[in-house]
């Protein structure tokens, strides 16, 4: 009698499908292997010849199928959350896809809901966390899009200028004598500044200039040499911001002379950012004296708006007026071409002019003035932004919180795969014993790549052939040589 194996029956068994297309198959060509899942594969309709078979895919991607054993559903069970963590090891892709998973991790199934109705105090935590991660959010976008635009605080900044006289010395046996001096000094600092560090006088201005009297110091002297407050060298008739400057507290000048004398302060303030003063007809037309750029052109557009200028048609051009015409000497232009008009019109800003007496009177007790300056400071708020922004304090807790919300997520998970089991098994055990030891056996099936067929193994006489006798057989021979082994190895190591 012809030997068969489990699950395979005989080539002659086949049903004849026509005339041979080639030459016979295996012996064993019982029912082709399919994928699990899918059904018994039949005639091609557009061929006399049954249809190619499927490849079975490898064991080690049907293992993730495999049921838990009996008994132990927590020790040998693989969670989905276990299994995707050993997938993102293996595929970047696929971790960062469980990274944006985070979110659904934290959601506890209905299931779950439905046995724990105190679980519903969770969920609307959950909700409030995920509004107030939309709100946190919105704000910093907010923020980012503040920040580009420039913060500024009016603020008054005091200027004290003051002067002193060093009268003449005659020479005497002991030291030389000494010519009359006077030395100006023009020093400032803001009102009220709330901020730790105080600002340096000298950041608030681009230049500074200190005309005296051509009458007493002549056409080419009259400009003076300015020097920086800590600096040893005087080297310049005008003092320059440069990107090297080192910022001061004040100025001074010394000069000769024992009279009173005119001088002019002329301070340019250092905008930020830069800010132009406009020509005249534009100035009236806008009503704006000085500002920046954005403002200028942002004052232009509201006037073409207000005075329907825009071409109705040709968006992007707009019919001048007269005031226009006589501005731009054009009839008609691109909004586009604004910028580039505007270079022309636009003039560095008035300095602030302060005329000032330097008094070399001993008896003058009046030797100081002061004056207040409106100056433009970066608002506070502004650091306490940047700071918010740039804050990671509280992220390293807020993981760590995250991770233990997802542990216990997936610890309820586990347990309420244990109770499910108990439960199914405690309703009906023996219906529950016998469906899963049709699961556990598909499952072999698809590890050991053995595909059978269902409706013989169903059967009490598909165990009654020989193969069964000599599969029991070499079965215990296995078991025989595996224990024989493993007293010759103790029995080793006891002569040893």
Known sequence: MERKRPGMTSGARMPHQGAPMGPPGPPYGGTPQIRPGMPNPALDPNRKRPAPTQPVQPPSVQNRSRKKPLGFPAANEISARQMDMREAQSDPAIGSNAKRRKMADKILPQRIRELVPESQAYMDLLAFERKLDQTIMRKRVDIQEALKRPMKQKRKLRLYISNTFNPAKPDTEDSEGSI?????????????????????????????????????????????????????????????????????????????????????????????????????????????????????????????????????????????????????????????????????????????????????????????????????????????????????????????????????????????????????????????????????????????DTVGNPEEERRAEFYNQPWSQEAVSRYFYCKIQQRRQELEQALAMRTT
């Not at 005008?238 to 000048?253: A, L, N």
């Not at 200028?309 to 040709?314: G, R």
């Not at 000497?329 to 580039?340: S, V, Y």
């Not at 270079?343 to 008896?363: A, M």
């Open 180 to 448: 009359a001096s006077w030395e100006l000094r023009v020093e400032g600092k803001l009102l009220d500044d709330p901020g730790k560090q105080k600002r340096k006088f000298s950041s608030f201005f681009k230049s500074l200039v200190i005309e005296l009297d051509k009458d007493l110091y002549g056409p080419d002297n009259h400009l003076v040499e300015i020097a920086l407050k800590h600096a040893a060298k005087i080297g310049e008739t005008q003092w320059h911001r440069t990107p090297t400057t080192q910022e001061t507290d004040g100025f001074q000048v010394k000069r000769p002379g024992d009279v009173n004398v005119r001088c002019t302060l002329l301070l340019m303030l250092d905008y930020q950012p830069p800010q132009f003063k406009l020509d005249p007809r534009l100035a009236r037309l806008l009503g704006i004296h000085t500002q920046t750029r954005s403002c200028i052109i942002q004052a232009l557009w509201q006037y073409v708006k207000t005075n329907k200028l825009q071409d109705s048609h040709e968006k992007e051009y707009i019919n001048c007026d007269k005031y226009f015409q006589q501005i731009f000497d054009c009839p008609r232009l691109k909004f586009c071409e604004i910028p580039q008009r505007l270079t022309n019109l636009l003039l560095p800003p008035d300095p602030i002019v302060i005329n000032h007496i330097i008094s070399v009177d001993p008896n003058d007790q009046k030797k100081t003035a002061c004056y207040d300056i409106d100056v433009e400071v970066d608002d506070p708020l502004k650091g306490q932004m940047n700071g918010f922004l740039l804050s990671t304090a509280n992220q390293q807790e807020i993981a760590s919180l995250d991770n233990k919300i997802h542990e216990t997520i997936e610890s309820i998970n586990q347990l309420k795969i244990q109770r499910d089991f108990m439960l199914s098994f405690s309703r009906d055990p023996k219906g529950y014993i016998q469906d899963w030891i049709c699961s556990q056996n598909r499952d072999l099936k698809l590890m050991t």
